[in-house]
């Protein structure tokens, strides 16, 4: 058998060969930064275009309709069950984006029907893990005020150790945070590389360039969470 001889003439400043799948893309081993980051997202996306395209113009079709059928019950119990179906609907398809974007920044294709028969065991605790982050954020929020800033990106990425990991809530929860810790600039890094994608909108041509870097930066926290998952052990140590 020969030795397993790394490639010299490859950088090694951003990619990890030891957590590396056979079928998956690079893993940074160091954090390029928010804006960094695009390329890794752009390529996560791109791969799996089709797919995302797809669940992007299905939940926008429930949309529609939604707010077509629902213009007619301004409230009332139709009203509500309507929203409650639009809303249960929504977090399945929310779940199954979120499938995609972690099999995508792996290097994995993946399509509609993979991703839904993959997270639809996982329903419960996407549910729960959902109610339970919402909780915790408006607590925060309504009970510590300031703190709500470093609680929020703690648990900010519970859904995404559910739908990987097969995680419980609880768990997912703890994961999230332990997996977060020292690194809340780097989400809200994100956050601001987010925000600014979004304010070229104002103006009619800013239109154009928030959709296309806005869908290409969409995958974002999947890398981070990927970064921070498969390089665990290098980072504690940092």
């Not at 395209?53 to 509500?80: A, D, E, H, M």
């Not at 929860?173 to 809200?188: L, M, Q, V």
């Not at 994100?190 to 304010?199: D, N, S, Y």
């Amino acid at each position: 058998m020969e030795p397993n001889i790394p490639n010299t003439t490859a950088s090694t400043t951003n990619i990890n060969p030891i957590n590396q799948a056979p079928d998956a893309s690079p893993i940074l081993s160091q954090w390029p930064g928010a804006f960094g980051i695009y390329k890794t997202s752009k390529a996560a996306i791109t791969s799996n275009l089709v797919s995302f395209i797809s669940l992007w113009v299905i939940i926008g079709l429930i949309s529609i309709l939604f707010s077509t059928i629902s213009s007619r019950f301004k409230s009332g119990p139709t009203y509500y069950l309507l929203e409650f179906i639009f809303n249960m609907i929504s977090l399945i398809i929310s779940a199954t984006l979120i499938y995609a974007i972690i099999e995508s920044v792996k290097g994995k294709k993946v399509t509609v029907g993979d991703a839904y028969s993959a997270i639809s065991s996982k329903m419960l605790n996407v549910l729960l893990v959902n109610i339970l982050v919402a909780f915790l954020s408006i607590l925060s929020i309504v009970v510590f005020i300031i703190p709500a800033f470093f609680v929020i990106p703690r648990i900010y990425m519970s859904i995404y150790f559910v739908m990987d990991k097969n995680m419980s809530a609880i768990d997912a929860i703890k994961a999230s945070w332990n997996a977060t810790e020292h690194h809340i600039g780097k989400i809200y890094g994100i956050f601001g590389v987010e925000l600014l994608i979004i304010l070229p909108a104002i103006t009619i041509i800013g239109i154009v360039a928030t959709i296309y870097f806005g869908i290409m930066y969409y995958a974002a926290t999947g890398v981070l969470y990927a970064y921070l998952t498969n390089n665990r052990s290098q980072i504690d140590a940092i």
